[in-house]
């Protein structure tokens, strides 16, 4: 059977609607998997008129999860009415928006949680926006981990081509990293990457593991983490069989990995690893949100608000973001 895949067209004022139907006129991809569309229809018109002529997506109307079904080659749409009948503001946040894509997401994690879908795709977010319209939580993921019922460690990857990254502290102030860096955070990023890159099919992955420090502490010179931290964490993953390596330069690991002598670079903060894969890749780079109980995808790039309108966003992120899902979901079953 085809895995059935849950896609949501992300912030209505920003790009994402555009993105979604550029995504779903490729015959290909309705191919592929049963996809369940959870959209306001106003945000889906929007979308198509953004996107400009093709072929109208004509999807099949769903008024509730228990009326659940698909028709070959077509999207089943499930209605939401949280525009009120008005057309999407583009290029604000605003909590009109935020409400919308928080409640999309709420129906695809209920459609998760009963076993109706199989994987998440979703268009660009705009935080935001999101924490106006509803969100209470660090983000989407530490929402849907809560939504999953899925206690310890997750984190979001970001993937370009055929390097994918892990980190050790996610959306935080930098201010507060040093302190979130522990023996056990470190094994427990390493895992969960581990973990993905198997089921993503790669059956022995090459884990680079970054310093925090600028040169990697240069001998504890500039910090000590690398020396009683980090590399006793790499030690006791290289006891359990997992090729991880490092602690590594800041500055230099992705010298290594854009050569290809790693599957993965742990990363520990946010931008250490986010700067180097989007200048690696950044219209084609996919986020893939670690540790849940289905593959939940998108690509790396932003709600943009300053393109919003314009028929200009490049799909290909979302294009990967869709692929790697179906995959991966499909492995799973």
């Known amino acids: 059977m085809k895995p059935r895949i849950a896609v949501l067209p992300g912030d209505p004022s920003g790009i994402g609607p555009e993105m979604t139907v550029k995504l779903l006129r490729r015959a290909q991809n309705l191919e592929a998997a049963e996809l369940l569309l959870i959209a306001d229809p106003l945000v889906l018109e929007s979308g198509e008129r953004i996107a400009g002529g093709g072929t109208a997506l004509d999807p099949l109307r769903l008024e509730s999860l228990d009326a659940l079904r698909f028709e070959p080659g077509r999207p089943s749409l499930l209605v939401q009415n949280t525009m009120a009948g008005k057309p999407p503001v583009l290029g604000e946040s605003n909590a009109h928006s935020g409400k919308a894509s928080f409640e999309a997401m709420q129906l695809a994690t209920e459609a998760v949680r009963r076993g109706a879908v199989d994987g998440i795709v979703f268009a660009p977010l705009n935080k935001h926006s999101l924490r106006l319209g509803g969100l209470a939580h660090e983000d989407e993921l530490r929402y849907m981990q809560e939504r999953f019922d899925v206690p310890g460690f997750v984190c979001e990857?970001?993937?370009?081509?055929?390097?994918?990254?892990?980190?050790?502290?996610?959306?935080?102030?930098?201010?507060?990293?040093?302190?979130?860096?522990?023996?056990?955070?470190?094994?427990?990023?390493?895992?969960?990457?581990?973990?993905?890159?198997?089921?993503?099919?790669?059956?022995?992955?090459?884990?680079?593991?970054?310093?925090?420090?600028?040169?990697?502490?240069?001998?504890?010179?500039?910090?000590?983490?690398?020396?009683?931290?980090?590399?006793?964490?790499?030690?006791?993953?290289?006891?359990?069989?997992?090729?991880?390596?490092?602690?590594?330069?800041?500055?230099?690991?992705?010298?290594?990995?854009?050569?290809?002598?790693?599957?993965?670079?742990?990363?520990?903060?946010?931008?250490?690893?986010?700067?180097?894969?989007?200048?690696?890749?950044?219209?084609?780079?996919?986020?893939?949100?670690?540790?849940?109980?289905?593959?939940?995808?998108?690509?790396?790039?932003?709600?943009?608000?300053?393109?919003?309108?314009?028929?200009?966003?490049?799909?290909?992120?979302?294009?990967?973001?869709?692929?790697?899902?179906?995959?991966?979901?499909?492995?799973?079953?």
């Open 157 to 333: 990857f970001n993937i370009t081509g055929s390097l994918w990254t892990s980190r050790v502290t996610s959306h935080v102030p930098l201010k507060e990293v040093a302190a979130l860096i522990t023996g056990q955070a470190v094994q427990d990023a390493v895992h969960i990457i581990c973990g993905a890159l198997v089921s993503a099919g790669v059956p022995a992955p090459r884990i680079a593991v970054s310093g925090l420090n600028p040169h990697a502490g240069d001998g504890g010179s500039i910090g000590r983490e690398e020396i009683e931290i980090i590399e006793p964490a790499v030690r006791a993953l290289k006891a359990q069989g997992i090729d991880a390596r490092g602690p590594y330069s800041p500055d230099t690991v992705f010298i290594g990995a854009r050569r290809g002598d790693f599957d993965a670079v742990v990363s520990m903060y946010h931008d250490q690893g986010q700067i180097a894969m989007k200048l690696l890749g950044f219209e084609q780079g996919v986020t893939l949100h670690g540790g849940l109980p289905v593959p939940v995808a998108t690509s790396a790039s932003g709600s943009a608000f300053d393109i919003a309108g314009k028929g200009v966003a490049n799909v290909e992120g979302l294009q990967k973001a869709f692929e790697l899902c179906v995959r991966m979901a499909g492995r799973a079953g």
